[in-house]
């Protein structure tokens, strides 16, 4: 296996930077990666187009969608020729080791690239350093493919309303989610260069999943130019998330019904991209009653967040119509990340579409 001597500083992850794709490594499992790979690695592949395809996998080790797609996509493409050079950044082979989205000695490996809240984190320094090594190569495109908890349909997400991005989401779902928070993700950094998405694909380990991924990275790397045209309207269903749910560091929660201070459903994630009434239930609140989930502003624009969840009798309900995404019965992706997101439906322009 070629590896070029590149790496980043010392203080943090250090980068292995290769020029070509081992037979070897298109039949080990994401978890084994640590046995043939040092750590966080670019591979740089040749193909028919100079401007490359960029796309990274395993930010978060437990979502290993992205690696079963890019071996399919490679042992598809055994013998032929690319139609377009490819980059590909293995990301967090330590947590995918422990099959965890981030060991707790790491900050989150798609919260520190550039626009992080964490610039001085080690991870921080390895971000910038692969978004460097990717930039000089004038890249076509970016895909980060992630998978999620709970139940959640394929999607695509995107950080800026532009229709070359809307392009490039539409090859892989008409369902786009526009956010601008939370920063410091790999879409909003490289999309500053490049059109750029971020895909969705379920719970991992499916193979329906690592199919559809695949196929799209397939059409992406087959993509001449992007359309000058606009997408229709009906090939768009556009969504902005407006609210983050959180429970609070200190606060407990339960699914199954128990004492605690904040009793959710049990199927809280069923509600995953439905159109739900304001007065829909979350859940209850125990303990003494007096625990609030905390509602982060999920986008730049000043939303309204007391407006968004209520508490009734001891219940938890939405206090406004909203489309709920990535509610999730994982407790540990609740304390590493959030409970959910609540999204409204918006024009390409980002303007809300009333509720009708």
Sequence with gaps: MGEIKRRASSTGPQLACYDDFPQELLDVAARDLWRHLPGPSLFTLPGRNPHPLFVTVLLHGNETTGWSAVQELLRNHQGRELPRRLMVFVGNIEAAKANVRTLDTQTDYNRTWPGTRYPEAPEAALMRHVLELVASERPFASVDI???????????????LN??????????????????????????????ICP????????????????????????????????DHPLP??????LQTAVILRVPPD????????????????????LNFSELEAGTKLGRLGGNLGRRLAVIPGAEFDADTDSYIEYVDGDIRLAQSAIPAMLTRDPRAVRLDCLGYLMHRIDRSGRRIEDE
Excluded: M
Excluded at 147 to 160: A, K, L, Q, R
Excluded at 252 to 269: E, K, M, P, Q, V
């Design 233 to 238: 309207d009906g090939d768009l269903d556009l």
């Design 146 to 160: 992630h998978n999620n908890t709970g139940n959640n349909p394929h999607y695509g997400c995107v950080n800026h």
């Design 163 to 192: 229709e070359r991005f809307f392009h490039l989401a539409r090859l892989f779902s008409r369902t786009v989610v526009y956010f601008t928070r939370p920063v410091g993700v790999q879409s909003a950094a490289i999309g500053k």
């Design 251 to 270: 606060a407990s929660f339960t699914y199954d019904g128990g004492d605690a201070d904040f009793r959710l459903s049990h199927d809280i994630d069923r």
């Design 196 to 227: 750029a998405v971020t895909v969705e694909c379920g719970v991992p380990d499916s193979q329906p999943a690592t199919e559809h991924a695949a196929q799209f990275l397939n059409a992406a790397l087959s993509l001449d130019h992007f359309p």
